[in-house]
């Protein structure tokens, strides 16, 4: 094996953590820059996110997938709906990325008899609508609009970034198989310890106990003094 053909499988090996990684920095780096904006703050950009993943939800029900009706051997098997390589993904992202704001509206004016999608979709705008008119009343126009702006923002980028997952998802159980275990890992190392800062779990790095002033590491003792 030649140095390109290494680089070559390295690089192929190294698209499912990087299609993982990239979409969900990029989200965090905007949603924690609104959170820490002292006009904005943390507690508006958690309603808008609850909008978005609702918006989220309701793209991926009306959303046609390869291989519907989803099962096991449709996702794992070689050969099936969703065995394709890279050009192949990123083509159906941005298909599906298009077609999906017109298929929700499709379906809520022609087919959505229990009113499920209307129900979803109600409570988002609802998040939205209600966190805007609290802010125009306490903030006043002016401020107003730059917080309903990063409030879309945050909202729009959440459901694209659900739709995102899903499919990224089941492509990634296709491709990877067994090897999917081991990105699982990753992510979960990733949420206990936040070196990259993917998870909003704690938005700062936090040291170990034993590296920290005792004050801090352990405030009981500074009481005891």
Excluded at 21 to 33: E, K, S
Excluded at 147 to 166: K, N, P
């Amino acid at each position: 094996m030649d140095v390109l053909e290494l680089l070559s499988s390295a690089a192929s090996f190294a698209v499912g953590p990087l299609l993982i990684i990239v979409p969900l920095l990029t989200y965090r780096w905007v949603t924690d820059t609104a959170a820490h904006w002292d006009l904005y703050g943390g507690f508006r950009e958690d309603n808008a996110t609850l909008a978005g993943l609702l918006l989220g939800i309701c793209l991926v029900a009306v959303t046609p997938l390869p291989g519907q009706p989803l099962s096991f051997d449709s996702v794992f098997n070689r050969g099936g709906p969703w065995d394709f390589h890279l050009e192949a993904f990123g083509s159906l992202v941005r298909d599906r990325m298009e077609v999906a704001p017109g298929l929700l509206l499709d379906r809520l004016m022609l087919d959505d008899e229990r009113l499920n999608l209307t129900l979803g979709l109600a409570m988002a705008a609802a998040l939205l609508l209600g966190r805007a008119v609290f802010g125009i009343a306490r903030q006043g126009w002016w401020h107003s609009v730059a917080t309903i702006a990063m409030d879309l923002t945050v909202a729009t980028m959440t459901a694209a970034l659900t739709l995102y997952a899903v499919i990224l998802g089941l492509w990634l159980c296709n491709r990877l198989n067994f090897w999917l275990f081991l990105v699982g890992l990753v992510m979960i190392q990733e949420y206990r310890y936040n070196m990259l800062g993917l998870f909003p779990r704690h938005r700062h790095f936090r040291l170990p106990r034993a590296r920290l002033p005792q004050e801090i590491a352990f405030p009981t003792l500074k009481r005891r003094r």
